[in-house]
Structure formats: structure tokens, C-alpha cells
């Protein structure tokens, strides 16, 4: 299970439901993204996160951080991106603010706008109030808890 955002293209004036259906529709992730994208992504990637893992095919571009447990991948016109629950509390916080910044990091290089389905809110609201985003992770932990029965 993991905390998830995605990353699409809107076109002016449709809603991010018609747009998530439409991205249902258009599977064709086949596509990396662009080298200079992908590039100026990674660059700045390594400046929030540090060492960060990553590597670019045909297919896709993918960076992953240990640490976080943050992992993006990039395509021609979408990403995604997770991070495994597990943390609680203020280390929700602190891991979903990093995702938030790194959200805005992809956004900003790709022209893609950012969405946080568990809240159902684009990443830039979501990333205004944490404590909604970190109380999945806390309902989650409790979940996971919970003897089998």
C-alpha cells in the first residue's frame, strides 16, 4: 500500500474528474520524457532529496529515494509518483512534504499538474493542510495493526 500522486495534462476547462478518466482511457505510457526534462528533474530531484537513485529508458524515466522510500516516474505526459506507508505522525508530514515539493518540482519542469487522489485534491491544495494527507498514513498504521480476526 502506498501514499500516491499523479501527474497529468488537463486541457483548459476540464474538470480533474474528466481528466482522470481520460488518463484511465490513455494507457500509453510507452513514452519517456523528454532529455532536457528529464534532466532539469533529476538535477533538482538531487537537490531536495540528496542521493537519489535513478534511471532513464526508452519507456520511462524512474528516481527513487532510500531513505523516503519516494519514488517518481516520469513519462512523456504524466508521472507518478509513491511513497509505502509506514511512517506515522511527524514523520508522515515530513515525508509528504517532500513529496509536495518534489510534486512542485515536476510540475514546474513538465507543464503537468499535480493530483492527490486520496484527498481528491490538486497536489497544491493538498500540500496546504498536511495533516489531512498524514492522517492516512496514522488510519492506515491502525489498519495495519489490527490482529487479523
Not at 515525508?95 to 497536489?123: A, K, S
Amino acid at each position: 500500500m502506498s501514499y500516491d500522486l499523479m501527474f497529468l495534462r488537463r486541457q483548459p476547462d476540464q474538470s480533474w474528474d474528466e481528466a482522470l478518466e481520460a488518463a484511465e482511457d490513455y494507457q500509453d505510457f510507452g513514452a519517456g520524457p523528454d532529455d532536457e526534462v528529464w534532466q532539469r528533474v533529476l538535477t533538482r530531484a538531487r537537490l531536495l532529496l540528496g542521493e537519489v537513485t535513478a534511471g532513464l529508458t526508452d519507456d520511462g524515466g524512474e528516481i527513487s529515494h532510500d531513505r523516503t522510500g519516494i519514488q517518481l516516474s516520469l513519462y512523456a505526459d504524466s508521472a507518478e509518483m509513491s511513497v509505502p506507508y509506514g511512517e506515522t505522525g511527524e514523520g508522515a508530514t515530513a515525508v509528504l512534504r517532500t513529496m509536495f515539493l518534489l510534486g512542485q518540482v515536476v510540475e514546474e519542469e513538465t507543464g503537468l499538474e499535480g493530483y492527490d487522489p486520496q484527498l481528491e485534491q490538486p497536489i497544491r491544495a493538498a500540500a496546504a493542510n498536511l495533516d489531512l494527507g498524514a492522517a492516512s498514513f496514522d488510519m492506515v498504521a491502525r489498519m495495519l495493526s489490527r490482529p487479523a480476526g
